[in-house]
């Protein structure tokens, strides 16, 4: 390891070959992320330089986000934390779909 200044870093060599040990780890007999990674990639792959019709997925993420800025404004009143969380979790969920 080389040290910089106060921080540690690794040898890239040593960091390349750990990111594909793990990339290898997490998609080694799982269709379920081999597909849902082929999906998202065609989705932004195909978004690029054209408007793209509003799927269910992008209709649900706006909703949710729309509900974050009430809820920002709501909050900032009442300084209530557990309907953002719910709803960040809710948005997380989409995500990871």
Known sequence: MK??????????EALNRVVMETIHR???????????????VIRVIGSHGKEQESDEYGDKMKAKQQEMVALIAEN??????????????AIGALQRK
Request: proline share 0%.
């Open 3 to 12: 040290k910089c200044g106060d921080s540690e870093t690794l040898e890239e």
């Open 26 to 40: 997490i998609t080694r007999n799982d269709g379920d992320f081999v597909g849902a990674f082929r999906h998202n």
């Open 76 to 89: 900032a009143k009442t300084d209530s934390y557990t309907t953002r969380r719910n709803l960040m979790n």
